[in-house]
């Protein structure tokens, strides 16, 4: 296993810290990582070296609320992803006038 560490000094000095398993690891001894799973709360797994998926500790309890938590965390990411693209193509420059005659060409198209 290989853990990842970085401190952050703003008020209190905070040292997190990342587990990463390949997932031959997972595969020989699981039932290891789960009891790490527990303690760490995220673990990092990688395919060929690379960061792959995150394994995250829940219960029944916050099994919803962690849901939705990742869910939120995808969709800022997309939308990360569209004002990237969107300054990368210009179009964020365009006006609501520019907007509408493009919605309505495309609803004249239909």
Request: hydrophobic share 35%; net charge positive.
């Amino acid at each position: 296993m290989f853990t990842y560490c970085r401190t952050n000094n703003i008020i209190i000095e905070e040292v997190i810290c990342m587990r990463f398993i390949n997932v031959r690891e997972l595969r020989l001894r699981p039932g290891e990582v789960w009891k790490k799973l527990k303690i760490e709360k995220d673990i990092i797994l990688t395919l060929n070296g690379k960061p792959f998926a995150i394994l995250n500790s829940t219960d029944e309890e916050k099994l919803e609320q962690t849901l939705s938590f990742l869910r939120r965390s995808r969709a800022l990411e997309a939308m990360d992803r569209l004002h990237k693209y969107s300054k990368e193509k210009g179009l964020d420059k365009l006006t609501v006038d520019d907007v509408e005659k493009e919605i309505k060409s495309v609803r004249r198209e239909r």
